[in-house]
Each structure stands twice: as structure tokens, then as C-alpha cells.
């Protein structure tokens, strides 16, 4: 069974530029939430969506948003991009158990 | 999906030595907790889980127990190999809140051969 696919791992953005990442989650899994990691904030919850709703929104601004589709894929947008946008955004889906999130490798954005 | 912190706690142990991993959560009103670990390059992986209701849950080679009257999470490796060199967060969710989890800030393992 394939785990969790994110593309891109890495890009480059400069300020201002808007950016779009892809989640492809393990078939099945019809919840798929994101999570920004940096070195000074660790690990914090974006969004939540769950058969194509949104289900739960961290605390992050407008700038940053997602959608899921039909088949349970996600993207995120970030628009506007400043330096401090730059982390690690993974992707994670579950089966339904709370909790128990399958993470992928992540995709790394510096925005110069 | 390196999880680089500069100020990340270090704990380094000897190879088949017990760990313990300690971590403090915030929120009384947290139902669930989790440990994760992250190693170089990749996404945090699922270990273990706790709910509110219990004091004590064992895996294998793992061990969490919750302290709710001090809001204390532990994370018990039992005979630590190389392998088990990563970082380790825990997280606290609460009922109703979907996969919204809180993670601690993470703490470095270092086993040593």
C-alpha cells in the first residue's frame, strides 16, 4: 500500500509569489490534514478536511488555504508568500482514528 | 521532514539502556494523547496513543503513562537501539476535534553504540 505523496519536496519562492502543494493521501484514507514544522514554532496544525469539507482551521491567516477533492487528494495554497513562510509543510491522512496520522516526507518551501 | 530545532532538548543514552521521554501538555480539557517520531528526512511516524481515561498504555519495547494531575506525558523505550535515534513529540487532541492535534516542541534521542 503507498503511503502519503507530497509534491513538490522542495521549491524556491520569492516573496510575494503564491505557492500550491499536493497531497496525495493512502487510498482509503478520507482525512487529510496539514501541519506547518519550523525550527521556531515546531509543529503547528493548519487545516483539517475530511470528504471534502473542512473540518478543523488552525490558527495560520487567510493566506493560507486548502481544498480536497472527489478521490480524497488535497492542495494548499499559500499566497502572498513572506520569509517567514518558509518550513516544512506535511501532509498526513487517517483512516477515521483520531490520532493515528500517516505523515508524508513532506514539502519543503523557502521563500527567499 | 527533518525536524530541526535548535533548542531542542537532547537526551543520550547508551545502547540497551531504558529511555524515558518526558513531556508537559497545556490543555485539562485534552482527551487523547499521542507520541510520535520523526525521523531525518521524513514525516513524524505514530507510535503509541493514550486516552484521558487511562493511566498507562504499553506497545512493543514502549511504554506512555499520563499523569493528569500534573499534565505529564512520559514515553517509556525499553533496551534503546540505534534505530531509536530520532526526534520524538508528543500530542494532545481533544474529543470533537478531528485530527487537530497539538504537539509538544519535540525532544532529541541520541543512542550511543
Known amino acids: 500500500k503507498a503511503g502519503v505523496t507530497q509534491t513538490p519536496r522542495y521549491l524556491i519562492k520569492t516573496r510575494g509569489q503564491q505557492v500550491t502543494l499536493s497531497c496525495s493521501p493512502i487510498?482509503?484514507?478520507?482525512?487529510v490534514s496539514w501541519y506547518q514544522q519550523t525550527p521556531g514554532q515546531g509543529l503547528q496544525f493548519l487545516f483539517e478536511?475530511?470528504?471534502?469539507?473542512?473540518?478543523n482551521k488552525g490558527n495560520f491567516p487567510g493566506r493560507f488555504s486548502g481544498r480536497q477533492f472527489s478521490n480524497s487528494r488535497s492542495e494548499m495554497n499559500v499566497s502572498t508568500l513572506e520569509l517567514g513562510d518558509s518550513a516544512l509543510y506535511l501532509c498526513a491522512s487517517s483512516n477515521g482514528a483520531v490520532g493515528e496520522l500517516f505523515f508524508g516526507e513532506g514539502s519543503r518551501l523557502t521563500v527567499l | 521532514g527533518e525536524s530541526v530545532g535548535l533548542h531542542l532538548p537532547t537526551l543520550s543514552v547508551q545502547e540497551g539502556d531504558n529511555s524515558i521521554i518526558n513531556c508537559a501538555y497545556s490543555?485539562?480539557?485534552?482527551?487523547?494523547f499521542i507520541w510520535y517520531k520523526q525521523e531525518s528526512g521524513k514525516g513524524p511516524q505514530f507510535i503509541i496513543d493514550i486516552r484521558s481515561n487511562m493511566d498507562k498504555r504499553q506497545g512493543q519495547r514502549v511504554t506512555v503513562l499520563l499523569n493528569k494531575t500534573v499534565k505529564h506525558l512520559s514515553l517509556q523505550i525499553a533496551a534503546t537501539q540505534p534505530g531509536d535515534s530520532a526526534v520524538y513529540f508528543c500530542a494532545e487532541n481533544r474529543d470533537n476535534a478531528g485530527n487537530m492535534l497539538t504537539f509538544g516542541g519535540g525532544t532529541r534521542l541520541m543512542v550511543k553504540p
Open positions: 487510498s482509503g484514507h478520507r482525512s
Open positions: 478536511y475530511f470528504s471534502e469539507t473542512q473540518r
Open positions: 490543555n485539562s480539557a485534552s482527551d487523547y
